[in-house]
């Protein structure tokens, strides 16, 4: 039962996007342990390729976060952008919503994500991020949007 347990979550978690950091800069200076910055990380959408999304988050430093045990802030920015080719045959059997990558935010109970939508209707992509906390979630969000070429 373990093992079959293990390998879901492995399964699970491979799914997901994983974020590239592509700089930082520091807002907040720490006397012990790393400053507190800000992150940019480039996500691309492992179900579209193509599309590449930059999130920009908060990361707290100082010994906690020198040491996993920090709890950033809830605030994050996402631009998303048309980096190649999109293959459009395959957005309609796209499943909506769906998340796109997920990466704690504290210890524990708190995470950061990336969820796709795509709006049939009006051939967009629209990615929304935002920070989920099991008793107490975050309401600030920020979405983007990638318009696709019609059929």
């Not at 480039?42 to 930059?54: E, F, K, L, Q, S």
Request: charged residues 20%; proline residues 6%; contains cysteine.
């Amino acid at each position: 039962m373990r093992r079959a347990i293990l390998a879901l979550s492995l399964m699970l978690s491979a799914a997901a996007a994983q974020a590239e950091e592509i700089g930082s800069v520091g807002y907040q200076f720490q006397w012990f342990g790393p400053n507190d910055k800000i992150v940019i990380e480039a996500i691309d959408d492992p179900d579209v390729p193509g599309v590449t999304c930059y999130m920009s988050r908060a990361r707290t430093g100082g010994i906690k976060g020198a040491l996993g045990l920090a709890e950033d802030p809830p605030y994050a920015s996402i631009s998303c952008h048309q980096v190649g080719p999109i293959d459009a045959s395959r957005l309609d059997r796209l499943r909506s919503p769906h998340e796109v990558f997920s990466e704690r935010a504290s210890l524990i109970f708190k995470t950061t994500q990336v969820v796709r939508f795509w709006d049939a209707k009006r051939r967009a992509l629209v990615y929304l991020t935002y920070t989920d906390r099991i008793i107490e979630g975050s309401p600030q969000n920020s979405i983007s949007v990638v318009p696709v070429g019609a059929k």
